[in-house]
């Protein structure tokens, strides 16, 4: 069963389509995460299954309910936003009961479950603080136990770890990602982050300009991009995307990531521009016909800036796109042969 469904969602603002005829399905016990660039329409889509703005046209299915033009109040979701939205002159503990006490839930059910939630997310000797005596990911932390204690099927969370430092990010995408699974509960995931699609999700939707670019597995969006958009998007550095490879055929982008070339004594002729070294790999960012092409290699590269240089790959990790509509073309018959 699907814990959520939309059907030709539509934003206008004016003129301007914020989201764009953008349907999906999450099933139960899921972790769904939109991604995409700023302005893709991702926040607004999760504000729409929330009830916190109304639809222009399409349907909102939450369950077996269709909860298009249902308040907030009366969709059965929870919400973690982007700044937390913690009371400051509240203490820890009811910051988090706060619903609870606004929808008149019994004091002795609200301890009950204020302390199984506390529990859970490591809270309970912090209950009487207030939320600035808490550092970020504690705020968090509460932010989330605010969710979770409402008992709710579906957790909508809205770049919730954007105020976080780099490792404290990894340390909540990892407590995020198994408190959802231990719940058993279907979270839509808002993000710009492809770092925290491909490590959290069990499904990705990508947005761009309001529409849905691919929805998959983070499997399918790095292995089959349905896109150039999708295949730059997802990858770090972003898969190169070359025109007028010999093979490729005419109208046709070639595009092979990074990781998958080897430099070598054979293959398209490059000019080396900079290595970056990172420590595990080094990245290698050359020239190729006048148009960029970066490759990834393990531990220091021993190319140097200027230096000319031969790139290669098997054939099973070529891409073809169409060179017009930028969509994914299976590989042709003539890429048979290995490029060299």
């Known amino acids: 069963m699907s814990a959520i469904s939309l059907r030709d969602v539509t934003k206008l603002w004016g003129n301007a389509r914020a989201v764009d005829s953008v349907s999906f399905e999450a099933a139960a016990g899921r972790f769904l995460v939109l991604l995409g660039p700023s302005g893709c329409g991702k926040s607004t889509t999760l504000r729409l299954i929330a009830g916190l703005e109304q639809l222009s046209s399409g349907r909102i299915c939450i369950g077996d309910a269709d909860v298009t033009g249902l308040p907030p109040a009366r969709r059965r979701v929870s919400m973690v936003f982007q700044s937390y939205a913690l009371f400051p002159h509240l203490s820890v ?6 619903g609870l006490r606004v929808r008149d839930v019994a004091p002795r059910e609200r301890g009950e479950r204020l302390a199984k939630v506390a529990a859970l997310l490591g809270l309970t000797e912090l209950l009487e603080r207030k939320p600035s005596q808490l550092s970020g990911g504690q705020q968090q932390r509460v932010a989330l136990g605010r969710a979770i204690i409402a008992q709710t099927p579906v957790c909508l969370m809205d770049e919730p770890l954007s105020n976080l430092d780099a490792q404290l990010r990894q340390e909540m995408r990892r407590e995020i990602r198994a408190l959802q699974q231990k719940l058993g509960i279907t979270m839509i995931y808002v993000t710009h982050d492809q770092t925290e699609a491909m490590t959290m999700a069990d499904q990705v939707v990508l947005l761009r300009d309001g529409h849905v670019e691919q929805d998959g597995t983070p499997d399918e969006l790095y292995g089959r991009p349905a896109t150039v958009f999708a295949a730059r998007f997802i990858g770090t550095p972003p898969m190169n995307v070359l025109a007028g490879v010999p093979g490729a055929g005419e109208g046709r982008l070639l595009g092979v990531r990074p990781e998958d070339v080897r430099l070598g004594v054979e ?3 490059g000019t080396v521009e900079s290595v970056e070294y990172l420590g595990a790999d ?3 960012s050359c020239r190729v016909g006048g148009q960029p ?6 531990r220091h590269a021993s190319a140097a800036p200027g230096e000319a240089v031969r790139l290669s790959w098997n054939t099973d990790a070529v891409h073809l796109f169409d060179a017009q509509t930028g969509k994914r073309m299976e590989r042709a018959t003539a ?6």
Not at 293 to 298: E, I, K, L, P, Q
Request: charged share 10%.
């Open 282 to 284: 080094s990245i290698v």
């Open 93 to 98: 503990a009811e910051n988090i009961v706060f």
């Open 335 to 340: 890429l048979a042969q290995k490029v060299a």
């Open 293 to 298: 092409f970066n490759v990834r290699v393990a």
């Open 267 to 269: 293959g398209l002729p």
